[in-house]
Nanobody, 126 residues
């Protein structure tokens, strides 16, 4: 069974940092794209970062570029999202997902997803 299990969400003050983890089982990251999404109630789910499991190339949405870093530990089959300089607009449910390796505009994008994590709530207080 393909599975992703997230951990690391919580409450943090504005300006602080948090790291999300996403442990995969039943598959390895190569040859998939894996990434992070977030969703606020009433809004569409946003792809915020994606990484190629084969090559390590990355994509970041403008909203998180320069503040968030996506990484993988292939030995542990775990995906991470390091979030720095958090602000209240980053408050959301965060999801990891894996799917077909897709390149759009020269960067990996997480568009055709086959498995999702359960979500982790991140709350940033002012």
């Amino acid at each position: 069974e393909l599975q992703l299990v997230e951990s690391g969400g919580g409450l943090v003050q504005a300006g602080g940092s948090l790291r999300l983890s996403c442990a995969a089982s039943g598959f390895t990251f190569d040859p998939y794209n894996i990434g992070w999404f977030r969703q606020v109630p009433g809004k569409e789910r946003e792809e915020i970062s994606c990484v190629s499991g084969s090559y390590g190339s990355t994509y970041y949405a403008d909203s998180v570029k320069g503040r968030f870093t996506i990484s993988t530990d292939n030995a542990k089959n775990t995906l991470y999202l390091q979030m720095n300089s958090l602000n209240v607009e980053d408050t959301a449910n965060y999801y990891c997902a894996a799917g077909l390796a897709t390149i759009i505009g020269g960067v990996p994008r997480c568009k055709y997803l086959e498995v999702w994590g359960q979500g982790a709530l991140v709350t940033v207080s002012s």
